[in-house]
């Protein structure tokens, strides 16, 4: 190999992007559409280094062991996990077992749970029972936990607004650049 080659691959290395792949669990459209917005921002401070590749999946995915796994697998790779839920309600059994389980594969990943509650004020936050059950999940695996409330664009619920990854079904799409190729 001559050394032009050799010299345009360092070149290439040093300036390719990373790509951070995180999973994220919502619990409505709503919720994953302010996780979207969430990322774009941690984005925006990160520079063009980076691009996020977001793994949506509804917490509804606890139904199927097999999807369920698969996320667990992703959090493991990832710097975070995203959870967007919404503060006034109760965190079924299923659902806190399928957390911890992703809680201990960021712990053995050294990765961060980014809880975004919605439904409740800010100052409602510490008296939340998600958020009381996702900080006691957090601190049993040893990782850090951060927060954040948001107002969720309700306005829109209902409108049929169009969207490839939106759908009745337990399953969110998967994005179309991870589709395998079929010939």
């Known amino acids: 190999m001559n050394n032009a080659g ?17 999973p994220m669990l919502f ?5 994953r559409e302010a996780g979207e917005n969430l990322c774009n ?15 949506p999946w509804k917490l509804s995915v ?35 077992a399928f957390i911890r389980q992703c809680a201990d594969a960021l712990h053995r990943g050294g990765a961060a749970m980014v809880a975004q509650l919605h439904g409740i004020s800010e100052d ?15 601190e049993d695996a040893k990782i850090p936990i951060f ?8 306005q829109s619920r209902g409108a049929g607004r169009a969207s490839p ?9 998967i994005p179309p650049q991870t589709l395998p190729i079929v010939s």
């Open 6 to 22: 050799r010299y345009g691959q360092c070149f290439a290395r040093k300036f390719s992007r990373t790509i951070l792949e995180v």
């Open 27 to 31: 619990d409505d459209d709503d919720a």
């Open 41 to 55: 921002r941690v984005l925006a401070h990160l520079g063009p280094r980076y691009a996020v590749h977001l793994l």
């Open 62 to 96: 606890t139904r199927f062991p097999q999807l369920a796994e698969i996320v667990v697998r992703e959090a493991m790779g990832s710097p975070f996990l995203l959870v967007m839920i919404n503060g006034e309600d109760a965190v079924t059994p299923e659902i806190e």
């Open 124 to 138: 409602q936050l510490e008296s939340s029972l998600v958020y009381r059950c996702l900080k006691g999940i957090a």
């Open 147 to 154: 927060s954040t409330v948001v107002e969720l664009n309700q």
């Open 165 to 173: 990854n939106r759908s009745g079904s337990p399953f969110v799409a």
